[in-house]
């Protein structure tokens, strides 16, 4: 057996929906709630990846790609999707694959919170780990450099910090944060997080255009 190859399907989201989303897979994957600016790198991620869910499927968070283990009984119950038009900058080119070319193959979750579990799970333990430090921190520039080293994207890394920084700064200046984990906080009778909205809006705040997604 292996992997079970399923349709495409959209999940575009609110922001209400998505912030919930975040925090209820967030508490799902390490038992407590995150801080407003972990959500936030997360959140910029996302905005810059699927056009804040305008092109987001499967509910594949951050255009995570799947890869065959070696092992194709690794795989049974992983899901994925192959997409069309998916373009990747190589040598400076820009290149277009299409199914069932591998470079199209992403991953695919039934839920919200199942596709944040794994994003999460993604950047903190896998090949990507050692930019979790900067989703701790609140640190979109430092996340952008870290994903740029380990290649997680193909654009360029003054194009994706830019982004990451325009959308992490609106992010932090709304309030629907707040609202929405006051909410789950009181359902599940936890503690908040420390300082959750304790983060100084210190870069600039010039990039007004939205980046399409870097790959896919």
């Given at each position: 057996m292996a992997a079970t190859l399923v349709p495409i399907?959209?999940?575009?989201?609110?922001?209400?929906?998505?912030?919930?989303?975040?925090?209820?897979?967030?508490?799902?994957?390490?038992?407590e709630l995150p801080k407003k600016q972990s959500v936030g790198i997360i959140w910029s991620q996302n905005a810059i990846e699927t056009g804040s869910t305008t092109a987001m499927w499967n509910n594949n968070i951050g255009n995570v790609k799947y890869s065959p283990s070696k092992n194709p009984d690794d795989d049974n119950d992983i899901k994925y999707m192959m997409l069309n038009n998916v373009w990747e900058i190589i040598n400076g080119k820009k290149i277009i694959f299409q199914p069932p070319n591998p470079a199209t193959w992403f991953c695919?979750?039934?839920?919200?919170?199942?596709?944040?579990?794994?994003?999460?799970?993604?950047?903190?333990?896998?090949?990507?780990?050692?930019?979790?430090?900067?989703?701790?921190?609140?640190?979109?520039?430092?996340?952008?450099?870290?994903?740029?080293?380990?290649?997680?994207?193909?654009?360029?890394?003054?194009?994706?910090?830019?982004?990451?920084?325009y959308h992490f700064n609106k992010f932090i200046k709304d309030k629907t944060f707040e609202s929405v984990i006051d909410t789950i906080q009181k359902e599940l009778n936890v503690p908040k997080p420390a300082n959750p909205s304790n983060v100084l809006d210190v870069f600039d705040n010039t990039f007004s255009s939205q980046l399409p997604p870097a790959r896919g």
């Open positions: 399907t959209k999940t575009a989201y609110t922001t209400s929906q998505m912030i919930e989303g975040f925090i209820r897979g967030w508490f799902n994957q390490f038992g695919s979750f039934d839920s919200l919170e199942e596709g944040v579990g794994f994003h999460l799970n993604f950047l903190k333990n896998k090949r990507y780990k050692n930019s979790w430090a900067a989703v701790e921190a609140g640190d979109p520039e430092q996340f952008a450099h870290l994903l740029k080293i380990a290649k997680y994207y193909t654009a360029s890394e003054a194009d994706y910090a830019k982004g990451m920084r």
